[in-house]
């Protein structure tokens, strides 16, 4: 059996009709992993024995006619900076290379509730710090679309191993767009949901007051399913929201007539390839086409948003990073004095990013630059999100590319961080604001994938799901894989 | 260059980084690069706008004040480098 391919709905139904058991889909799918990741190199760790004995589980609930959860039996894969009880946890770095957390994130303990089956941690740009998955302390994981091409980043192994069928569905973090960066350079559907909407708990924080966990899926189908089973308060994490989930299948409803549409011109700037621009605007001809009025708009301070993210961001981080220490876990070089041994763990322990990272926001957050430019950047935020709150007056979703190009080659960035900071560009200002941004593949360019995101206002994922449901219904496809195109060629 | 090269520098002591003057001067040089976008930031005018600290408008969040169970001190141990009688054991610090 292909299980390559199979969406949520899909893998569910084969379990349901007792066409496979949940051992031997795991197997299936172990199997296709053996196969397949010797080359894609998505996981950093594959969780046989865990996985199996999940499955078996659930046939042992099957044959004695208990109720099975949502998403049971169905596998999954989980950024390796994530949680996992007893499962390693390395944020693909040599500092968290043997860490065992003795606990599970809330998103992986809901997911485990409601059926689902890891089948491993997957590899990422070390603590979520870059574009590429070229950061990983272990090795670079390849696109599925072009094996010379990054998967994007941070959350690269995630997006590559949806996108090439080793799982049905993963989990990522998005901090300044590292869920839907990679997602659209692998040709998947990715959701950064609103910044309190899904619990931050056991996700090793890179910057707290923007991460999010969210889904990448196949489609949008498996998106709202996933979402409906990680969404919710925490009493764990104080910034998640108490407040009402909706039923995110339920807004899967191929109807957008009268959807207010607007499309920030600063988003399709320069910078911006007008190749993936001609397929943003194609999808958008398609929404149209389904009723919706769509006007141009501007968000005037989003061109700031890149300088405020890297101040933010790198600030954060180099505060929450101090935990790092080589005391309480990670690892440790030994040392005469615990001063010393504090600085040569962490010069051991960090890889160059993270470490100009942890320079950069201590640099920036001392005493003569804290004004200048840490104040300084939380207010533009204000501005950012100002325009937003002034943009969903007007319009129910706002609708972009999700990145200026599509996937880049190895190495071509990775000497020029400024290039590498530019794939970002569009994806970040979602997070300044905390709104809700979904990526949806919406054609190729040169036979790579090209993204388009939809955001929408804070906890409003609902019109986010109904819009990119009501496009992928129409686009001429389920959805894109690495062998067929999905049937979305060139000129889609 | 050189004052920027001693706050850098600073910086490193601050975070904790051993760092070599040759990766210093690497640093310091992205430093240098990527500072300049973040000054086109200080030329817009923020006179009356509040910091975002925060994109939830929800302040004071508390819960009830109950007890329950932690993690235990094995496994609060389990991943430390260093124990000794059941503690964190670390370098001499005076």
Redesign the interface.
């Given at each position: 059996m292909d299980v390559s391919k199979l969406t949520i709905t899909e893998t569910r139904a084969l379990l349901a009709d007792r066409k496979i058991n949940a051992q031997e889909l795991i197997n299936a799918f172990l199997s296709y992993i053996r196969k397949t990741d010797g080359d894609t190199k998505a996981f950093i760790n594959v969780t046989e024995e865990q996985a199996l004995m999940r499955a078996k589980k659930i046939d042992d609930a099957v044959k004695s006619g208990k109720n099975l959860g949502p998403l049971s039996g169905v596998p999954m894969g989980v950024k390796d900076n994530i949680c996992t009880k007893d499962i390693k946890t390395t944020c693909a770095s040599k500092m968290l290379d043997n860490f065992l957390p003795p606990y599970d994130a809330t998103v992986v303990e809901r997911l485990h509730d409601a059926g689902a089956i890891t089948l491993g941690k997957l590899n990422m740009d070390e603590f979520a710090m870059g574009s590429s998955t070229e950061n990983s302390y272990y090795f670079k994981t390849k696109n599925p679309w072009d094996g010379g091409r990054v998967p994007g980043g941070s959350s690269g192994g995630s997006a590559a191993a949806v996108a090439s069928g080793q799982v049905v569905y993963s989990l990522g973090s998005d901090t300044g767009g590292s869920i839907r960066q990679p997602a659209a350079f692998c040709g998947v559907v990715g959701l950064k949901p609103s910044y309190g909407r899904v619990s931050r708990w056991g996700l090793v924080a890179f910057a707290p007051s923007m991460d999010q966990v969210g889904p990448i899926t196949k489609n949008v189908r498996d998106c709202a399913l996933v979402l409906n089973n990680i969404a919710g308060h925490d009493s764990l994490d104080t910034t998640s929201m108490d407040c009402e989930v909706p039923d995110y299948e339920r807004a899967l409803v191929d109807d957008i007539k009268g959807l207010r549409v607007g499309i920030p011109e600063e988003f399709f700037g320069k910078g911006t390839d007008p190749a993936v621009i001609d397929r943003v605007e194609r999808a958008i001809g398609i929404l149209e086409e389904q009723g919706a009025i769509c006007e141009k708009t501007t968000l005037p301070n989003s061109k700031y948003a890149l300088p405020v993210y890297y101040v933010i961001a790198t600030c954060e981080a180099s505060s929450g990073l101090a935990r790092f220490d080589g005391v309480r876990f990670g690892c440790r070089s030994e040392a005469e004095d615990l001063v010393s041994m504090y600085k040569s763990t962490r010069a051991e322990g960090f890889g160059p990013e993270v470490k100009f990272r942890i320079l950069l926001g201590t640099y920036l957050l001392g005493p003569e630059n804290y004004d200048k430019y840490y104040t300084k950047a939380l207010k533009v935020r204000t501005l950012i999100r100002d325009d937003f709150e002034r943009a969903f007056k007007k319009y129910d979703i706002l609708v972009s590319p999700t990145t200026p190009t599509t996937a880049f080659k190895f190495g071509e960035r990775m000497s020029n961080p400024a290039a590498m900071r530019q794939s970002d560009l569009l994806t970040i200002p979602a997070n300044m604001a905390g709104i809700p941004a979904i990526t949806v593949p919406c054609g190729l360019v040169e036979g790579m994938p090209v993204g388009m995101q939809i955001m929408g206002r804070p906890f409003g994922e609902k019109t986010l799901l109904r819009a990119a449901y009501t496009y992928e219904c129409h686009r001429g496809c389920d959805y894109m894989t690495p062998t067929t195109g999905g049937g979305l060629g060139e000129g889609v | 260059m050189a004052s920027i090269w001693e706050?850098?520098k600073?910086?490193?002591i601050?975070?904790?980084?051993?760092?070599s003057e040759e990766?210093l001067d690497i640093?310091v040089q992205?430093?240098k690069?990527?500072i300049g976008?973040?000054d086109?930031?200080?030329g817009?005018s923020?006179e009356n706008?509040?910091?975002?600290?925060?994109?939830?408008s929800?302040q004071n969040?508390f819960?009830e004040d109950t007890v329950w169970e932690g993690?235990s001190r094995d496994?609060?141990l389990?991943?430390?480098?260093?124990v000794e009688d059941g503690q964190?054991r670390?370098?001499?610090?005076v």
């Open positions: - | 706050a850098v600073r910086s490193a601050s975070a904790n980084l051993d760092v990766e640093y992205r430093i690069d990527i976008t973040m086109e930031l200080r817009i923020t706008t509040e910091p975002t600290v925060n994109v939830l929800a969040i819960r993690l496994s609060a389990k991943n430390a480098p260093c964190f670390v370098p001499k610090i």
